[in-house]
């Protein structure tokens, strides 16, 4: 699972769920794979996600210290080799192992070889 999409999901489908975002993310394995840079895609990709949530999952991988702490006004403004760095975090680590969990009920939703699991049984929706 790339950490670019660990950005846009939640738990809201639980019952007693009212936002449901972000999950929390522990990693037991990633893996780095070489995606090509592409500046404006990158770009799109920042205007997109919700930053806070990005720094817990660069966090959870040990990457935090690769982009700002705090939001960049303006994206398109910034470097390449600075771009690059984002687009590191979101498109070339893959989480292989580990857990997303909800921050209200802390229903644990496994992830097995890169795919989540977000499936629960019908009593606990």
Known sequence: MKLFV????SSRFLKNVTVGYPLELTVKQFE???IEFDRENTIVMLDKVQYEALLVAAAAVNQADRI???QPAKYDELSDDQLKQ?????MNID????????PETKTVFPI?????NMLKVDAEK
């Not at 989480?95 to 909800?102: K, Q, R, S």
């Open 6 to 9: 660990h950005n846009f999901m």
């Open 32 to 34: 780095e794979k070489d």
């Open 68 to 70: 700002p702490s705090e």
């Open 86 to 90: 984002f687009h590191h975090i979101l």
């Open 95 to 102: 989480v292989v192992d580990g857990e997303l969990i909800c």
């Open 112 to 116: 097995r070889d890169g795919i989540p």
